[in-house]
């Protein structure tokens, strides 16, 4: 046994067996989580995410800077690890080269390997320029980022010098491969050093490199860098279908205790693959409404904090002690963090690695709410709405369908069964008594009766979605007001729903179902743009207007619905659309989902200020937009900005049933 294989033994043992140790201690503490876990399924498409995301680097690439420099390293290292890997076999046992697979793919092997190192240097300077001198204001100041690029570029570094004193001191069959290694060790061939001399810089440089190599290992599972390791999985395992909201509560279920997290143990095991997985890259920052209007919430210091917390009480995890875990709510995690997000999920559109901040947040106001009884004051009015009227709203249920007196709308009660019927209208709480929004449902319900739909409304059986009370955090009024829908729409066999609420549209949608109601859902966005493909509409009267369309955030990123809108508005003849900057997917929350509409904004700008300062900015003379919540906020952003009268805000219904 050679003394390189005894130190290898020795130091690389050790290395591996901390690493597995830090590892282990990681996996120890997911176990821990008390949370139910969600469930996993369609493995093909899980491996072509993996392939597109993962391999493909897709979502990194979204910023093509910073995205050319990370996958410059991801594919470096893993081609780099091939060689790490014959290296360290090569101490192990002299003999042990990869050059058994044949000269030919051992060339290109090499040359691969070469190539790459460059490769990664080139990553690591780019990324090093971005951190030192252009860094965006959303990417923070990290010692620990400037020594793992640090170290990437001494790695590559001792590599080059390695295989150049590799090819002067042995001269191998292969050093053609090493086209850029063989430069080098041409402009150090001056220097005439023995073949001893040239070996032992080889040996010397080999060190570096494993030592290098090893250092890693023992150091990413601590630091942020963790994500090397755990990104992967994490997005293996994100939700294919995100737009399915949020999970249930079991109520009947008498072995549950706690509602929502008080404790980060109450969470679940993927929480914590979410943080070991944050890169902390800041993208999510960045599109961040509450964070861009100086609210305290910013997507990525509370993965940061929350992993924070985790980590404190990590010593009482391992010994079992949970009754000991500190509360997730802290100096750093406040309850303004918590009630300052309007679960517009700008930023998990904005991850590349799929962490899930909504879910952790409403885990946090479900144990607020529903443990603690601590919420902002102006939600228990909407609570007591809810419970007593059925609406967020102090209305009487009985003036629920006030607003279609004389426009001969059906009742269910009347028609009796929904099988006679085209589609049940879902009116919503807005539609039903907000002054603003019920010219909408009016406008569309002309729509209707132009193309000859036959449809008809609740009426006063008609309760509230609950969708507010879920998001604020009491699932349990949601299930109440949900089950009692549920009941009401089955009885009269319902199964295709039209809706003008994007808040509305997506609970029907997409969480009715675990309350057993299974219906087909479509926001008027797409009914509209339905009827016009179906010759059944057609705008015939020219609005000379620029119009600039607002993106409902329940509409947009949680269900993917952005160019049904648009085509409503393309249909108009002599309509002139224009983007504001942010838009699509990218576009800004009018400031009113997950219950903040019922909220007062106490801190930073308004922040549907900030989005009709956006609107404003394209020189539109009109804004659309097809959610109530928004037309709201946006009108009150143009009485701030005193730009009423100047620029109209409507909503697509509106502008169609003027054209037709």
């Known amino acids: 046994m050679t003394w390189q294989t005894l130190a290898f033994l020795i130091v690389g043992g050790g290395a591996f067996y901390t690493s597995g140790k830090k590892f282990h201690v ?17 493995i093909a498409k899980r491996i072509r995410n ?16 910073v995205g050319i420099a990370h996958t410059a390293i991801f594919w470096g290292f893993i081609i780099i690890t091939i060689g790490t890997l014959e290296q360290f076999c090569m101490t192990l046992y002299s003999g042990a080269s990869f050059e058994f697979i044949g000269e030919k793919l051992y060339s290109t092997l090499i040359y691969s390997q070469d190539f790459f190192t460059a490769f990664v240097l080139f990553g690591v300077l780019m990324a090093a320029y971005r951190r030192l001198f252009a860094a965006p204001k959303y990417l923070t100041e990290s010692k620990d980022a400037n020594y793992i690029l640090l170290f990437t570029g001494g790695l590559m570094i001792s590599i080059f010098m390695m295989n150049t004193f590799h090819i002067l001191g042995t001269n191998p069959w292969f050093k053609d491969s090493y086209f850029i290694s063989k430069h080098i060790a041409e402009s150090l061939s001056g220097l005439n050093l023995s073949e001893d001399a040239s070996h032992n810089l080889y040996t010397g440089f080999k060190w570096v490199h494993m030592m290098i190599v090893l250092g890693f290992a023992i150091y990413i599972p601590g630091s942020k860098h963790l994500h090397i390791v755990a990104a992967g999985p994490n997005t293996f395992l994100k939700k294919l279908n995100r737009e399915k909201g949020m999970t249930t509560i079991n109520f009947e279920d008498e072995t549950v205790t706690q509602y929502g997290a008080a404790k980060y143990t109450d969470m679940n095991w993927k929480d914590s693959l979410d943080l070991y997985s944050c890169t902390e890259c800041g993208r999510c920052e960045e599109l961040c409404p509450a964070w861009n209007t100086d609210k305290p919430l910013s997507p990525k210091r509370l993965i940061v904090d929350l992993k924070h917390n985790l980590y404190r009480n990590k010593a009482l995890i391992l010994e079992g002690k949970m009754d000991e875990v500190s509360h997730v709510i802290d100096d750093h995690v406040t309850e303004d963090v918590i009630w300052a997000c309007t679960s517009c999920r700008a930023c998990e559109i904005a991850c590349p690695v799929f962490i899930e901040h909504t879910d952790k947040i409403y885990d946090i106001r479900r144990n607020l709410v529903m443990m603690e009884s601590k919420f902002p004051a102006e939600v228990q009015a909407v609570f007591k709405n809810m419970e007593t009227n ?31 019927l085209d589609v049940l209208l879902w009116v919503g709480c807005a539609g039903s008594y907000d002054d603003r929004n019920k ?30 009370a879920r998001r604020i955090g009491n699932e349990y009024l949601f299930q109440t007001l949900a089950k009692a829908n549920v009941e009401t729409l089955n009885r009269y066999k319902v199964k295709n729903i039209v809706t003008a609420c994007p808040h509305c549209f997506n609970t029907l949608k997409n969480e009715y179902g675990e309350m057993g ?9 797409q009914y509209i743009g339905k009827m016009i493909s179906d010759g059944k509409l057609k705008s015939t009267k020219p609005i000379n207007e620029t119009v600039t369309f607002h993106d409902s955030c329940y509409l947009g990123r949680w269900n993917n619905v952005y160019a049904e809108p648009r085509a409503v508005i393309e249909a108009i003849p002599q309509t002139k659309l224009v983007e504001m900057s942010a838009n699509h997917d990218k576009g800004m929350c009018c400031g009113a989902g997950g219950g ?25 003379t009109t804004v659309a937009t097809a959610c109530p919540f928004c037309i709201t906020m946006l009108n009150d952003g143009m009485k701030e900005k005193d730009m009423v009268g100047k620029v109209k805000v409507k909503d697509i219904a509106e502008l169609l049933d003027e054209t037709t």
């Not at 990681?26 to 369609?42: E, S, V």
């Open 50 to 65: 993996a392939i597109v995301y993962v391999l493909g680097q897709k979502a990194v690439l979204q910023k093509p800077f």
């Open 390 to 420: 059925a609406s967020p709203w102090a209305f009487s249920p009985s003036e629920r369908a006030n607003w279609a007196e004389g426009l001969n709308v059906p009742k269910m009660a009347d028609v009796g069964s929904a099988e006679n």
């Open 517 to 525: 109601g299974q219906y087909e859902v479509m926001h008027h966005s």
């Open 26 to 42: 990681l996996y120890q503490m997911m176990k821990a989580q008390k949370g139910k876990a969600p469930k996993f399924g369609d």
């Open 439 to 468: 010219s909408v449902v009016k406008s569309f319900v002309s729509l209707l009766n132009k193309a000859n739909v036959k449809f008809a409304i609740l009426g006063t059986e008609e309760q509230c979605t609950g969708d507010s």
């Open 596 to 620: 903040r509409m019922w909220m007062e904004e106490h801190i930073g700008k308004r922040i549907n200020v900030k989005r009709t300062e956006q609107a404003l900015e394209t020189g539109a």
